[in-house]
């Protein structure tokens, strides 16, 4: 079955965006690193990044018919707006992990509510992208329990 990681607006630009926050590493170097971790775990990892929320909400409702087992989601920014991005992951009712690269709690006051917390399956913040790879172990142990 399916793990997908989607990326929320502006990660596009992972790499060289902010990287005294966000670090050196790029969205392709993240789906390199995390794809044979998946696959030796019998998981086929799926990457989606988008700037536009529909996009986001619209790959999250399909999950629901593609075998999609766990979703992992840096929702970025949408994390601090997006009650539609919530109600998507509810409606499809499919277990999710929520990662923030940086720790969103010693940053402006503006990034420390997250719609997604309290329905998320748990949260990974403030460990860089290593989180990446700490959320896929989680959800690869969520689904195989
Ligand atoms: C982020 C934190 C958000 O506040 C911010 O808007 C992002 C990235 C993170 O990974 O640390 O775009 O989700």
């Known amino acids: 079955s399916r ?10 630009l992972l ?20 794809t044979p971790v998946a696959k030796a775990a019998g998981f ?9 929320e529909h996009v986001l909400i619209d790959r999250i409702h399909a999950a629901r018919e593609d075998g999609t087992a766990f979703i992992l989601i840096n929702p970025g920014a949408f994390t601090h707006t ?9 409606g499809v009712d499919i277990p999710f992990i929520e990662v923030h690269i940086s720790n969103v709690h010693a940053r402006e006051p503006f990034r420390q509510h997250s719609y997604l ?3 998320a399956q748990g949260v990974i913040c ?3 992208v290593q989180g990446y790879e700490l959320a896929l172990q989680a959800a690869i142990r969520q689904v195989n329990a």
């Open 3 to 12: 793990i997908l990681l989607l990326q929320g607006p502006n990660l596009n």
């Open 82 to 90: 997006s009650v539609a991005i919530r109600d998507a992951l509810a």
């Open 44 to 52: 086929e990892l799926e990457q989606l990044q988008s700037n536009a």
């Open 126 to 128: 403030g460990l860089g």
């Open 15 to 34: 790499g060289t965006r902010e990287p005294h926050i966000y670090g050196a590493t790029t969205l392709a170097d993240i789906e390199t690193q995390l």
């Open 117 to 119: 917390s309290d329905i």
